[in-house]
T-cell receptor, first 107, second 114 residues
Framework: GQNIDQPTEMTATEGAIVQINCTYQ??????LFWYQQHAGEAPTFLSY????GLEEKGRFSSFLSRSKGYSYLLLKELQMKDSASYLC????????FGAGTRLAVHP | DSGVTQTPKHLITATGQRVTLRCSPR?????VYWYQQSLDQGLQFLIQ???????AKGNILERFSAQQFPDLHSELNLSSLELGDSALYFC?????????????FGSGTRLTVV
């Protein structure tokens, strides 16, 4: 089975930093994805972690600890367009998403 | 354009009817996943195909079925439709099944059952 836990909602201020946590339990593990989804649109790829540690890509970074079943997505210099849902998805033989964290960025 | 093509983009149909949603994966991708997303809900995994064979099943209703054809396109069939089946249906494709080689989503089919 697979269990994924993320906060339901978060709010932050434009220009700030926000960290979205994800804890997971999976039978088998081949890495973890983070996706961004704006309302009514398709999810878009943000990051992929397969080894422990931090992966940085521009304003977005993702961290993975396999032993703890834990990942986070760090968003820096928040912009209004970052208001979206952020989906954590550990991979075994199929791609299952958590319920997502709805982030609202305010001026 | 993500390279994953879903048709139709919008579909309105009546309860009790049957519809077919189509997905053409990105060139070179062998694996296709189907997801259902109801309003303000998360992505619910329905089913996965890899190179024509069913690989994994999620919370797919018995009224729903899918297949992947030799040319790798996939179809999701929804029958005896109910109001609660109204949702966005996404398909995603990837090169390998279960590995992070890039899962790319289509723009979805918005199904409205009236």
């Amino acid at each position: 089975g697979q269990n994924i836990d993320q906060p339901t909602e978060m709010t932050a201020t434009e220009g700030a930093i926000v960290q979205i946590n994800c804890t997971y339990q999976t039978s088998g593990f081949n890495g973890l994805f983070w996706y961004q989804q704006h309302a009514g649109e398709a999810p878009t790829f943000l990051s992929y972690n397969v080894l422990d540690g931090l992966e940085e890509k521009g304003r977005f970074s993702s961290f993975l600890s396999r032993s703890k079943g834990y990942s986070y997505l760090l968003l820096k210099e928040l912009q209004m367009k970052d208001s979206a849902s952020y989906l954590c998805a550990p991979i075994n033989n199929k791609l299952i998403f958590g319920a997502g964290t709805r982030l609202a960025v305010h001026p | 354009d993500s390279g994953v093509t879903q048709t139709p983009k919008h579909l309105i149909t009546a309860t009790g009817q049957r519809v077919t949603l189509r997905c053409s994966p990105r060139s070179g991708d062998l694996s296709v996943y189907w997801y259902q997303q109801s309003l303000d809900q998360g992505l619910q995994f329905l089913i996965q195909y890899y190179n024509g064979e069913e690989r994994a099943k999620g919370n797919i209703l018995e009224r729903f079925s899918a297949q992947q054809f030799p040319d790798l396109h996939s179809e999701l069939n929804l029958s005896s439709l109910e109001l609660g089946d109204s949702a966005l249906y996404f398909c995603a494709s990837s090169v390998e099944a279960g590995y992070g080689y890039g899962y790319t989503f289509g723009s979805g089919t918005r199904l409205t059952v009236v």
